[in-house]
Antibody, heavy 119, light 110 residues
Framework: QVQLVQSGAEVKRPGASVKVSCKAS????????LHWVRQAPGQRLEWIGW????????KYSQKFQARVTITKDTSATTAYMELSSLRSEDTAVYYC????????????WGQGTMVTVSS | QSALTQPPSASGSPGQSVTISCTGT?????????VSWYQQHPGKAPKLMIY???KRPSGVPDRFSGSKSGNTASLTVSGLQAEDEADYYC??????????FGGGTKLTVL
């Protein structure tokens, strides 16, 4: 059974960067892709981007294109999402989710990582 | 990409049916059969309920069903139960390897 376990909560100053990790277990890491999605308090889900764990190819939402980098460490079966130039509006829970290419759905989700941006 | 449009709220009594809509454009919902629905309880991660417009993952009750007409997809919950009270989000492939989510609908079981 595939499990995604994310890193712990972070508190950052405006202008800083944050790097959230997502460790996969229970299946061959390079067989799938991972999406990153965020949810500000009381707000909707917002797609950030995704990475193909097989080849490292990435795709980012236009909104985050200039500030986000998604990477992977295959040996550690872990994906990472780094968001730079943080502002208060980036305060949110950040989720990773297994992405199924064949139907564009996310069937397994991490527990979420709370990122708080505050001066 | 703009968010898909969902009603902010929906409600129904136990045993009743309720339908939640998700309206996009011909560039997302209307152009592809890759609409998914997620259920999210407070403080929890989303859970996949419907994929490819009408398909249910193993373990999801058949009280949940999906459909699509033109640029609007719909999720119907039949035989409402107290545990169905949650937020529901639709998502759709939006071309160019992009994904878009809806604004979310809070379902209340009266």
């Amino acid at each position: 059974q595939v499990q995604l376990v994310q890193s712990g909560a972070e508190v950052k100053r405006p202008g800083a960067s944050v790097k959230v990790s997502c460790k996969a277990s229970g299946s061959t890491f390079t067989n799938y892709a991972l999406h990153w999605v965020r949810q500000a308090p009381g707000q909707r889900l917002e797609w950030i981007g995704w990475i193909n764990a097989a080849n490292g190819n990435t795709k980012y939402s236009q909104k985050f294109q200039a500030r986000v980098t998604i990477t992977k460490d295959t040996s550690a079966t872990t994906a990472y999402m780094e968001l730079s130039s943080l502002r208060s509006e980036d305060t949110a829970v950040y989720y990773c989710a297994r992405f199924r290419f064949f139907d564009w759905s996310n069937d397994i989700w991490g527990q979420g990582t709370m990122v708080t941006v505050s001066s | 990409q703009s968010a898909l449009t969902q009603p902010p709220s929906a409600s129904g009594s136990p045993g009743q049916s309720v339908t939640i809509s998700c309206t996009g454009t011909s560039s997302d919902v209307g152009g592809y059969s890759y609409v998914s629905w997620y259920q999210q309880h407070p403080g929890k991660a989303p859970k996949l309920m419907i994929y490819e417009v009408i398909k249910r993952p193993s373990g999801v009750p058949d009280r949940f069903s999906g459909s699509k007409s033109g640029n609007t997809a719909s999720l119907t919950v039949s035989g409402l139960q107290a545990e169905d009270e949650a937020d529901y989000y639709c998502s759709s492939y939006a071309g160019g390897n992009n994904l878009v989510f809806g604004g979310g609908t809070k379902l209340t079981v009266l």
